[in-house]
């Protein structure tokens, strides 16, 4: 039965009309948030709250926005001449939103919406195919937010060129997309599933951020332009002729009340989006008379006998007669009363005041509408004498006593308190209004609200517009000195525990400091909760950072230590999530030295080839220096040992294996070889690992690092010089590092010459030998074999000679090395590194004694004593004065070998030189 159609008599609605009205409640649903202590379960460092919470009214007074200080406000609105313009963008609620029914005993549920009322969303389908995979994750809001990241960095980069505060619009409509999408999948799961308390804290978090967007869009919009704009400020010098003209002067000179004004319009939105449109929704309320039951009930008794009814009633009903007559109404009208009286001041809490008189109006209550209008300041445009036809007059002309009855209103103790709100609200009497403020957002709403009212009314007061009836209202009112400052400082004073303990909240304390404009105060915070365990939520972390660059962006002063940190903590966190795309942008925006530190200690855990091209990619993309990050990457994997650069033992051993650890080392050389400009920091870094591992004789480790480097190094390297440099010498760095990558590779091959004469000589062919009694048959084969014998000798014979040949001269390369010896610098005005000199200088003791006892053992195991004796001459050269990196042990052992290899050359009949001896 529609209820807005077909008007029942009291009678029948007597019995009928509140079940009815449930029942049609119970299919349509308002939006409203949840109450008291309903809020989703959280694992995070912000404390749990509702999914949506309860905002329950607005200020009376429209918005009042000022773009400029030197352009006339638009204060139609607040004078309530014009229909008011939405003061925010505010995005549609899906039908599905959360929502309550109309039944005040079920008000303060968390009711979600029925999935038959999204059955017309024309993307429904597509919408619950998605929801129902992202149900399948194990953290289903994790799953579906974990986008924001790179939507919010592309967001950045594409308005990098635009207006700020475009970006801050966007940051907002992306959270609000998301929390759409999050609302969906908390009402596709049960809500005992753990998994949907996660999603419904993850989308508080979420809905907090959009919100603080939005404040700090509107809030930096004005101070900004106030800036631009403060040179050019002048005394505002026009007749006070009106109130109206004195609250538009007031609005444009005073900032810190126009910013009040701005978080008022702030919070109402936010009130605004949590109950949607509701008004079509109670159509049960649309009657042509108000407190029909007891009219009903008046007529009965005057057309009856009185006898049978016992209870008293009010006998009139003009909307004073409950008070004056001290008689109730019919249960009835008391319950519609009640319900109404808490919807129109969540109306007014979000800033609906014509909706509140349209709904006064369906209900026949439009005495009650009219008490909603006389807080319009009035403005005679005619005063003045302004044009031929007169225009209409604005506003109360007596608002001054409507304000102290609406004052007064508030004080009565036998009105409903939702009733005593409303009038609380009208006249500024924080008293009566903080009594139904419920959460943080209302009791700041509350505050904020009265210190526009209580400064404008000052204002008009010194400007002797104010009426003497103002006197009756209190004088803490009248004389209040109301700040910013001083509303957070009575909001921790509160008595309520739910407002308390959001002020903790992290979001609430951002909030906080943006209103305030203090952001000293703002980086302390961030700096204490970085410092903090368990480590923040993923999503107020990246919050944290892109408010940071916002303010960057603005020129702001900021503690450059706490920005660092918190990009630093943010980037932390791309790196465990993997976002591999976008680190090399967070990190550009660190200073130059921390940056490529941050950088390098990420690419040390890449190790795939291909994804290393492109993180180096990235950087390049990022404006990072790619040359010093991929430097500092290799000097840390380099020098993570602890191992001492010291002596080795003389033994020729063979090698030492190659650890994981070497590996690690080997493969950090990729990172200098993807671009061609770093050939010459490949060269230095590649030799300095190699150095290390010639020390430890991991010969086979330093040849896969010689082997990591391009062959044709040495030849970019030159072609570079000639590009760049002309006809300049090269710089000494590079030439020495060249000699020094020439000097381990004569090495190298000295070392692999010997290896394989090593093999060969002890892997000779095997004589055969005649089996003793021999038959006819052995002996042929016997005689077969040892022909081969012959054979396979005179080649192994010849091999040996020409590795010997080999060997010698790749040992001698490296003992008798071109200008100046083995790692020797050709150039001696290079930078000074004292760790490289001194490792070269320790490299030429532990590697050339080394080499030639390899080359004594050649020479002495193929018989050429001679020229092993030969050998004592080059070590004693004061050409080469290879004598002086020879320890007094080993030059024992060396002349030990010199006389083992005299001794053999006498027993042949030469003298000790390995002469023929003269006769």
Same mark, same amino acid.
């Given at each position: 039965?529609?209820?807005?159609?077909?008007?029942?008599?009291?009678?029948?609605?007597?019995?009928?009309?509140?079940?009815?009205?449930?029942?049609?409640?119970?299919?349509?649903?308002?939006?409203?948030?949840?109450?008291?202590?309903?809020?989703?379960?959280?694992?995070?460092?912000?404390?749990?709250?509702?999914?949506?919470?309860?905002?329950?009214?607005?200020?009376?007074?429209?918005?009042?926005?000022?773009?400029?200080?030197?352009?006339?406000?638009?204060?139609?609105?607040?004078?309530?001449?014009?229909?008011?313009?939405?003061?925010?963008?505010?995005?549609?609620?899906?039908?599905?939103?959360?929502?309550?029914?109309?039944?005040?005993?079920?008000?303060t549920n968390s009711l979600y919406p029925s999935p038959h009322s999204?059955?017309?969303?024309?993307?429904?389908?597509?919408?619950?195919?998605?929801?129902?995979?992202?149900?399948?994750?194990?953290?289903?809001?994790?799953?579906?937010?974990?986008?924001?990241?790179?939507?919010?960095?592309?967001?950045?980069?594409?308005?990098?060129?635009?207006?700020?505060?475009?970006?801050?619009?966007?940051?907002?409509?992306?959270?609000?997309?998301?929390?759409?999408?999050?609302?969906?999948?908390?009402?596709?799961?049960?809500?005992?599933?753990?998994?949907?308390?996660?999603?419904?804290?993850?989308?508080?978090?979420?809905?907090?951020?959009?919100?603080?967007?939005?404040?700090?869009?509107?809030?930096?919009?004005?101070?900004?332009?106030?800036?631009?704009?403060?040179?050019?400020?002048?005394?505002?010098?026009?007749?006070?002729?009106?109130?109206?003209?004195?609250?538009?002067?007031?609005?444009?000179?005073?900032?810190?009340?126009?910013?009040?004004?701005?978080?008022?319009?702030?919070?109402?939105?936010?009130?605004?989006?949590?109950?949607?449109?509701?008004?079509?929704?109670?159509?049960?309320?649309?009657?042509?008379?108000?407190?029909?039951?007891?009219?009903?009930?008046?007529?009965?008794?005057?057309?009856?006998?009185?006898?049978?009814?016992?209870?008293?009633?009010?006998?009139?009903?003009?909307?004073?007669?409950?008070?004056?007559?001290?008689?109730?109404?019919?249960?009835?009208?008391?319950?519609?009363?009640?319900?109404?009286?808490?919807?129109?001041?969540?109306?007014?809490?979000?800033?609906?005041?014509?909706?509140?008189?349209?709904?006064?109006?369906?209900?026949?209550?439009?005495?009650?509408?009219?008490?909603?209008?006389?807080?319009?300041?009035?403005?005679?445009?005619?005063?003045?004498?302004?044009?031929?036809?007169?225009?209409?007059?604005?506003?109360?002309?007596?608002?001054?006593?409507?304000?102290?009855?609406?004052?007064?209103?508030?004080?009565?103790?036998?009105?409903?308190?939702?009733?005593?709100?409303?009038?609380?609200?009208?006249?500024?009497?924080?008293?009566?209004?903080?009594?139904?403020?419920?959460?943080?957002?209302?009791?700041?709403?509350?505050?904020?609200?009265?210190?526009?009212?209580?400064?404008?009314?000052?204002?008009?007061?010194?400007?002797?517009?104010?009426?003497?009836?103002?006197?009756?209202?209190?004088?803490?009112?009248?004389?209040?000195?109301?700040?910013?400052?001083?509303?957070?400082?009575?909001?921790?004073?509160?008595?309520?525990?739910?407002?308390?303990?959001?002020?903790?909240?992290?979001?609430?304390?951002?909030?906080?400091?943006?209103?305030?404009?203090?952001?000293?105060?703002?980086?302390?915070?961030?700096?204490?909760?970085?410092?903090?365990?368990?480590?923040?939520?993923?999503?107020?972390?990246?919050?944290?950072?892109?408010?940071?660059?916002?303010?960057?962006?603005?020129?702001?002063?900021?503690?450059?230590?706490?920005?660092?940190?918190?990009?630093?903590?943010?980037?932390?966190?791309?790196?465990?999530?993997?976002?591999?795309?976008?680190?090399?942008?967070?990190?550009?925006?660190?200073?130059?030295?921390?940056?490529?530190?941050?950088?390098?200690?990420?690419?040390?855990?890449?190790?795939?080839?291909?994804? =290393?091209? !492109?993180?180096? @990619?990235?950087? $390049?993309?990022?404006? #990072?220096?790619? &040359?010093?990050? /991929?430097? +500092?990457?290799? *000097?840390?994997? =380099?020098? !993570?040992?602890? @191992?001492?650069? $010291?002596?080795?033992? #003389?033994?020729? &051993?063979?090698? /030492?294996? +190659?650890?994981? *650890?070497?590996?690690?080392?080997?493969?950090?050389?990729?990172?200098?070889?993807?671009?061609?400009?770093?050939?010459?920091?490949?060269?230095?870094?590649?030799?300095?690992?190699?150095r290390k591992f010639l020390a430890s004789k991991k010969h086979e480790?330093?040849?896969?690092?010689?082997?990591?480097?391009?062959?044709?190094?040495?030849?970019?390297?030159?072609?570079?010089?000639?590009?760049?440099?002309?006809?300049?010498?090269?710089?000494?760095?590079?030439?020495?590092?060249?000699?020094?990558?020439?000097?381990?590779?004569?090495?190298?091959?000295?070392?692999?010459?010997?290896?394989?004469?090593?093999?060969?000589?002890?892997?000779?062919?095997?004589?055969?030998?005649?089996?003793?009694?021999?038959?006819?048959?052995?002996?042929?084969?016997?005689?077969?074999?040892?022909?081969?014998?012959?054979?396979?000798?005179?080649?192994?014979?010849?091999?040996?000679?020409?590795?010997?040949?080999?060997?010698?001269?790749?040992?001698?390369?490296?003992?008798?090395?071109?200008?100046?010896?083995?790692?020797?610098?050709?150039?001696?005005?290079?930078?000074?590194?004292?760790?490289?000199?001194?490792?070269?200088?320790?490299?030429?003791?532990?590697?050339?004694?080394?080499?030639?006892?390899?080359?004594?053992?050649?020479?002495?195991?193929?018989?050429?004593?001679?020229?092993?004796?030969?050998?004592?001459?080059?070590?004693?050269?004061?050409?080469?004065?290879?004598?002086?990196?020879?320890?007094?042990?080993?030059?024992?052992?060396?002349?030990?070998?010199?006389?083992?290899?005299?001794?053999?050359?006498?027993?042949?009949?030469?003298?000790?030189?390995?002469?023929?001896?003269?006769?």
């Amino acid at each position: 039965m529609d209820w807005s159609q077909n008007w029942l008599s009291p009678v029948v609605r007597d019995s009928e009309v509140t079940r009815a009205a449930r029942r049609k409640s119970s299919h349509k649903k308002v939006a409203f948030p949840l109450a008291q202590d309903e809020s989703p379960s959280a694992s995070t460092a912000t404390p749990a709250r509702a999914l949506l919470r309860h905002t329950p009214g607005s200020l009376i007074k429209q918005s009042f926005t000022p773009r400029s200080a030197l352009k006339n406000p638009d204060v139609s609105a607040i004078l309530g001449t014009g229909s008011r313009p939405s003061r925010f963008v505010n995005t549609p609620r899906p039908k599905g939103s959360f929502s309550m029914n109309l039944d005040d005993s079920d008000w303060t549920n968390s009711l979600y919406p029925s999935p038959h009322s999204m059955l017309g969303d024309a993307s429904f389908t597509d919408e619950m195919n998605m929801s129902a995979v992202m149900l399948k994750e194990e953290d289903p809001g994790e799953a579906a937010s974990v986008s924001l990241f790179p939507e919010f960095l592309h967001s950045y980069l594409r308005h990098s060129s635009s207006a700020v505060f475009d970006l801050l619009e966007d940051y907002e409509t992306i959270c609000q997309d998301k929390v759409n999408t999050l609302q969906k999948l908390v009402l596709r799961s049960s809500s005992s599933q753990q998994k949907s308390s996660k999603t419904a804290s993850i989308t508080w978090l979420l809905q907090q951020e959009m919100v603080t967007w939005r404040l700090i869009t509107s809030l930096y919009r004005d101070r900004i332009q106030t800036a631009m704009e403060d040179g050019l400020m002048m005394d505002i010098t026009a007749p006070s002729e009106s109130e109206k003209a004195i609250m538009e002067q007031f609005f444009q000179r005073d900032s810190m009340v126009r910013q009040s004004q701005l978080v008022v319009d702030w919070l109402e939105s936010i009130a605004k989006d949590d109950i949607g449109d509701f008004s079509d929704n109670i159509e049960y309320y649309a009657k042509s008379v108000y407190w029909e039951n007891t009219l009903h009930t008046l007529k009965l008794r005057r057309d009856q006998s009185s006898a049978g009814f016992s209870r008293p009633l009010v006998t009139e009903l003009d909307p004073d007669a409950p008070i004056r007559q001290k008689r109730p109404l019919a249960d009835l009208d008391r319950e519609d009363d009640a319900r109404l009286l808490r919807f129109l001041f969540t109306l007014i809490r979000a800033g609906m005041t014509d909706d509140a008189q349209r709904l006064c109006k369906r209900c026949g209550q439009a005495w009650r509408a009219a008490t909603l209008e006389g807080w319009k300041l009035y403005h005679d445009p005619n005063i003045n004498g302004g044009g031929a036809e007169l225009q209409p007059v604005e506003g109360n002309p007596q608002r001054c006593v409507w304000k102290v009855c609406c004052w007064r209103m508030a004080e009565e103790e036998q009105f409903n308190r939702y009733e005593r709100a409303i009038y609380a609200v009208l006249s500024g009497n924080l008293r009566q209004l903080l009594p139904v403020c419920e959460t943080w957002e209302d009791t700041v709403w509350a505050y904020f609200r009265v210190l526009v009212d209580s400064l404008l009314e000052q204002e008009l007061r010194s400007s002797g517009m104010s009426h003497e009836d103002l006197e009756e209202l209190p004088r803490e009112y009248l004389e209040a000195s109301w700040t910013m400052e001083k509303v957070f400082e009575e909001l921790q004073a509160t008595e309520s525990k739910r407002v308390l303990e959001a002020t903790k909240e992290h979001y609430h304390i951002i909030q906080k400091f943006v209103i305030l404009g203090d952001l000293d105060g703002l980086l302390e915070e961030f700096s204490d909760w970085l410092g903090r365990s368990p480590p923040l939520p993923a999503h107020l972390l990246r919050f944290m950072t892109h408010l940071v660059l916002f303010y960057r962006s603005l020129g702001m002063q900021l503690k450059e230590e706490v920005c660092v940190d918190v990009l630093k903590a943010y980037i932390s966190l791309l790196v465990k999530e993997k976002q591999v795309e976008l680190i090399a942008f967070y990190v550009s925006n660190l200073p130059a030295d921390i940056a490529v530190t941050q950088y390098a200690r990420f690419l040390e855990e890449v190790i795939e080839t291909e994804q =290393r091209k !492109r993180c180096l @990619e990235f950087a $390049s993309q990022a404006g #990072l220096d790619v &040359a010093a990050v /991929t430097k +500092t990457v290799v *000097e840390a994997i =380099r020098d !993570r040992d602890s @191992e001492e650069f $010291s002596h080795h033992d #003389l033994t020729p &051993a063979l090698d /030492t294996g +190659t650890s994981a *650890e070497d590996q690690q080392k080997i493969d950090v050389i990729d990172w200098l070889v993807f671009d061609p400009a770093q050939r010459a920091e490949a060269l230095k870094q590649s030799n300095a690992i190699m150095r290390k591992f010639l020390a430890s004789k991991k010969h086979e480790a330093a040849k896969l690092v010689f082997a990591k480097v391009p062959e044709d190094s040495i030849r970019e390297i030159y072609r570079q010089w000639e590009e760049q440099r002309m006809n300049t010498a090269a710089p000494p760095e590079e030439e020495n590092a060249i000699r020094e990558h020439l000097c381990i590779r004569a090495y190298l091959e000295a070392h692999e010459a010997f290896n394989e004469w090593f093999r060969h000589m002890n892997s000779p062919p095997i004589q055969p030998t005649m089996p003793a009694q021999a038959k006819f048959t052995e002996k042929v084969a016997f005689e077969m074999k040892e022909k081969e014998y012959k054979l396979e000798y005179e080649n192994w014979k010849g091999r040996l000679d020409a590795l010997t040949e080999e060997v010698k001269e790749r040992i001698y390369n490296v003992l008798l090395f071109v200008d100046g010896g083995w790692m020797v610098d050709v150039r001696d005005d290079a930078e000074e590194d004292s760790e490289r000199s001194i490792q070269m200088a320790l490299l030429r003791r532990l590697c050339l004694p080394m080499m030639t006892f390899l080359l004594l053992t050649v020479l002495q195991r193929t018989e050429r004593h001679q020229e092993s004796l030969h050998l004592a001459d080059i070590i004693a050269s004061d050409q080469h004065r290879l004598y002086e990196v020879f320890s007094k042990d080993e030059l024992q052992k060396f002349l030990q070998k010199m006389r083992e290899s005299s001794l053999l050359l006498l027993d042949k009949g030469l003298d000790p030189l390995g002469y023929e001896l003269q006769s």
